[in-house]
């Protein structure tokens, strides 16, 4: 099922997914070298760095609230056109010499902070775009633009562009913001009884109330929570993985140097396959089985590239447990879209999202910790090791839940 088919809409919305990812995909590296043009200092790096993963963890659960409040389609709308003043602004301060560590770590944060309003408002609003049966398909597409827009476009395009001019990056990424808001705006406004938007009320609880009646729900859906339970214990071994990568493959997979950026393509590769196909094993086996095969065959995935001392088996390895990430990301997504109740969708995606990257930190610290001590190679064993328990803990829900829950034709209500 292509883009074409899924209607005028999605096509829109994914182009203004995808524009969006290709301008994170030139400032996020373009905000490291510009951090390490100005201090050596690796903390005021780091700070850059930890001023983004911040938002999603501390305000995720309000920007869900705020995209089931709002007009999600002009929600969307609005923030990008905020993110582009915001970068236009950094590069305006770096045009002029004038961007400071401090400046970094601002837009960094601001800019993650209202992208959980736009990936709530996103992820709410795609099910009154496609058809239920092809939510699937849809997600696995937006993930396969934004792999190729990021891993093959932005990333490699951003050191050129900084190479150039280090304003440059940044002021094409304002463009993308902009695009995608002119985008977004040419989809056709849904209706308020279409989107199941609740209007603001006399004595309606507060924003935070109700961001938490999204974890609550989320909370009290056996399936969904589990499965969001184990997307939080694969964070935590695909976290440690990437936290130590370069020098697992350096190290113990003896990647040439000059060949890394080669054998991280080849993970690129690998989820861009698996994007394409989400929706193929949805439609083949159904939602929950394939979530259960996809946990099973990344488990035998992270084993093979810890077994590994070549690069070639490594690399293999390594793209198809990215093959199953992807898969597992666009099935995940599309249970809670086809089961959620249209107004709480903003919110409980932001659950999903807030307790499935909760363990991502941790996973990180503890392979950095880990590896400095005891050496990276028992990072890949370690990984193998949480993926084959969270595979055995989740095994029988998604096993029980086909009955249960993916046949179930109606969102569970909330009361």
Request: positive net charge.
């Amino acid at each position: 099922m292509t883009a074409s088919v899924l209607g005028r809409d999605y096509r829109l919305l994914w182009s203004a997914a995808v524009s969006s990812r290709f301008g994170d995909a030139l400032r996020t590296p373009a905000l490291a070298l510009l951090a390490a043009t100005l201090t050596r200092d690796p903390r005021a790096i780091a700070a850059v760095t930890v001023a983004a993963q911040l938002p999603p963890l501390l305000l995720g659960l309000l920007g869900g609230a705020y995209a089931d409040r709002w007009d999600r389609r002009r929600t969307m709308a609005v923030v990008d056109g905020l993110r582009a003043a915001v970068v236009a602004a950094l590069a305006g301060l770096v045009a002029t010499g004038r961007a400071g560590v401090a400046a970094l770590v601002v837009a960094a944060f601001l800019l993650a902070a209202l992208g959980t309003v736009f990936d709530a408002a996103s992820f709410a609003l795609l099910p009154s775009v496609v058809a239920p049966a092809a939510l699937p398909t849809a997600n696995g597409r937006l993930q396969a633009g934004a792999a190729v827009a990021g891993g093959f476009l932005g990333a490699p395009l951003a050191g050129v562009l900084f190479a150039i001019s280090a304003t440059l990056p940044f002021t094409l990424d304002a463009v993308t913001f902009a695009a995608a808001a002119l985008l977004v705006l040419t989809l056709r406004p849904v209706s308020p009884s279409g989107e199941h938007r609740h209007r603001p009320a006399p004595g309606r609880p507060s924003v935070w109330r109700e961001a938490w009646a999204g974890m609550r729900w989320l909370r009290r859906d056996p399936v969904l929570w589990r499965v969001t339970v184990a997307t939080a214990g694969s964070n935590l071994a695909i976290s440690g993985v990437t936290a130590v990568l370069v020098l697992y493959a350096l190290t113990v997979l003896r990647v040439p140097p000059a060949a890394y950026g080669l054998f991280a393509a080849g993970a690129v590769v690998g989820g861009l396959v698996g994007a394409l196909g989400a929706g193929r094993l949805a439609a083949r086996f159904g939602t929950l089985p394939a979530l259960r095969g996809v946990l099973l065959a990344q488990t035998l995935a992270l084993a093979g590239f810890a077994v590994a001392r070549h690069p070639v088996p490594g690399g293999l390895a390594l793209a198809c447990f990215a093959a199953g990430t992807t898969v597992w990301n666009s099935l995940w997504s599309a249970y809670g879209q086809r089961h959620v109740p249209a107004g709480l969708l903003g919110r409980v995606g932001a659950a999903q999202r807030t307790v499935g990257l909760i363990s991502a930190p941790v996973g990180a610290a503890v392979a950095g910790f880990a590896g400095q001590v005891y050496g990276v190679a028992p990072v890949g064993w370690a990984a193998a090791g949480v993926f084959a328990l969270v595979t055995a803990g989740a095994w029988r829900t998604l096993r029980e839940g086909v009955s249960r829950a993916e046949r179930r034709t109606e969102p569970v209500p909330f009361p």
